[in-house]
């Protein structure tokens, strides 16, 4: 009961305390958060050049274009890295694969090698030597296709996000209200919180 008893005073003193601000505020409050969409609005229309097509088209046709319509030269040199070393996994691969692949032939054809290195090497080594370059240059080939979509992935989203704004002041603010009730006597006690970002 004590505790029921505080509870009711504080709501009744909170009421004393805020009614007359809250009836002064709500009409100032309605107009500066209309003047405020107001001008979010008119911000966000006018700041809307920024294409996310057009970023994704220039990623597709050349390859860290987007990111540099984006502004974000940094990403360019990380495409072209991944992309040259991609390349150069499928050029070492390919080079040995068939490099095994034709002294595997040359094997089941005259049952020996004239270069000594493969002649010392057993069939069943040139065929799992063979088998793992060509894994491996398939591997290379789908990693320079992740490359390329991935980089036209990222111009298209960070595109979408190029207008966004991120402030530092990300507050939350939680403030007790109590609202007067035009058609009763009766007052209602409400929990206004807000964000600001």
């Not at 107001?38 to 987007?66: C, E, M």
Request: aromatic content about 14%; proline content about 3%; hydrophobic content about 40%.
């Amino acid at each position: 009961m004590k505790i029921g008893g505080i509870l009711i005073v504080m709501c009744f003193l909170l009421q004393i305390n805020y009614n007359k601000s809250v009836a002064q505020n709500i009409n100032n409050d309605s107009i500066s958060i209309r003047e405020n969409n107001q001008i979010a609005k008119t911000t966000y229309t006018n700041s809307k050049n920024h294409s996310p097509k057009l970023a994704t088209w220039l990623s597709v046709v050349v390859p860290g274009a987007g990111q540099v319509y984006n502004k974000k030269y940094w990403k360019v040199p990380i495409i072209y890295a991944a992309a040259s070393g991609a390349i150069f996994g499928v050029w070492f691969n390919t080079k040995h694969y068939n490099e095994f692949r034709d002294a595997y032939i040359e094997r089941l054809q005259t049952g020996q090698n004239h270069e000594t290195y493969y002649a010392r090497l057993q069939q069943e080594t040139l065929v799992s030597a063979r088998d793992y370059y060509r894994y491996y240059r398939d591997l290379s080939y789908i990693g320079l296709g992740a490359v390329y979509v991935l980089q036209i992935i990222d111009a298209a989203v960070d595109a979408h996000f190029f207008d966004f704004v991120i402030k530092d002041d990300l507050t939350v603010h939680i403030t007790p209200m109590i609202v007067p009730q035009t058609a009763s006597s009766f007052t209602s006690t409400q929990l206004l919180v807000s964000l600001k970002f």
